[in-house]
């Protein structure tokens, strides 16, 4: 019933659901649970480690408003010393996907069709600087590195791992991305910003959907002082 997509840059749980109220929750921190050596990736058999973080959960538009059961996200986050695992478990109604990418799996612009997104700001004191990762349904990426007036491709090294259940209408992503790639000098004290969002539709008005909501008159996910925070839970 699922097809099932495992990819790794440099080398080319289904948990149990908890029952949360229908707006998601309004938690306005992600906390990031302590694993001592990496896992691996598998979105179809998660490692049990995934159950060490509590899920964040959001069905609502970048407003905050027009909750949507079937569209439902399920965020967890994971670090280590060397790497940060974030899960997505997504409910959809449709799939709609780009049918090629680059040999190693970058879309340019994959914004433009199903996603999951993470955008992370290791120094909130530097407002418009952060990084984003994107990953498509069929395992596309792209991942940036947003400045004032721009952006650059990141080349963070990120793996990922992704199945589509389509009996259950869910598809799910698992990614690594090295520590290093998203700051040079991680220190698990410290807070970073972040926040988490999904793209979903063929055509407009597609489905803009936010954990932090960006309130903005229309979608626009490039807004730092909107986002939540992330926090890493002490090493045992």
């Not at 596309?140 to 199945?163: C, E, H, Y």
């Not at 009996?167 to 410290?190: L, R, S, Y």
């Amino acid at each position: 019933m699922f097809r099932k997509w495992d990819y790794d840059e440099r080398a080319p749980l289904m948990s149990v659901r908890k029952k949360i109220a229908r707006r998601g929750n309004t938690a306005s921190e992600a906390v990031a649970a302590y694993i001592p050596r990496e896992i691996r990736l598998d979105a179809a058999h998660p490692a049990a480690e995934w159950q060490l973080a509590t899920p964040l959960v959001f069905l609502c538009d970048w407003q905050g408003k027009n909750p949507d059961p079937r569209r439902e996200t399920q965020v967890r986050a994971l670090w280590s010393p060397r790497m940060l695992f974030l899960r997505f478990e997504c409910c959809y109604r449709e799939l709609c996907v780009f049918a090629q990418s680059e040999a190693n799996g970058r879309r340019d612009r994959l914004w433009n069709r199903d996603v999951a997104e993470a955008f992370l700001q290791p120094e909130p004191a530097r407002d418009r600087y952060y990084k984003e990762f994107e990953v498509s349904p069929n395992g596309m990426w792209i991942d940036l590195d947003i400045f004032p007036g721009g952006l650059a491709d990141l080349k963070s090294g990120l793996r990922r791992s992704v199945v589509i259940n389509y009996q259950e209408h869910k598809w799910t992503v698992e990614v690594g991305i090295p520590m290093k790639a998203i700051t040079p000098d991680f220190d698990p004290n410290k807070i970073w910003r972040a926040n988490f969002f999904r793209v979903e539709g063929r055509k407009e008005p597609r489905a803009y959907m936010a954990w932090r909501p960006t309130n903005t008159p229309k979608p626009n996910f490039h807004v730092p002082s909107a986002f939540g925070t992330m926090r890493f839970a002490a090493a045992c």
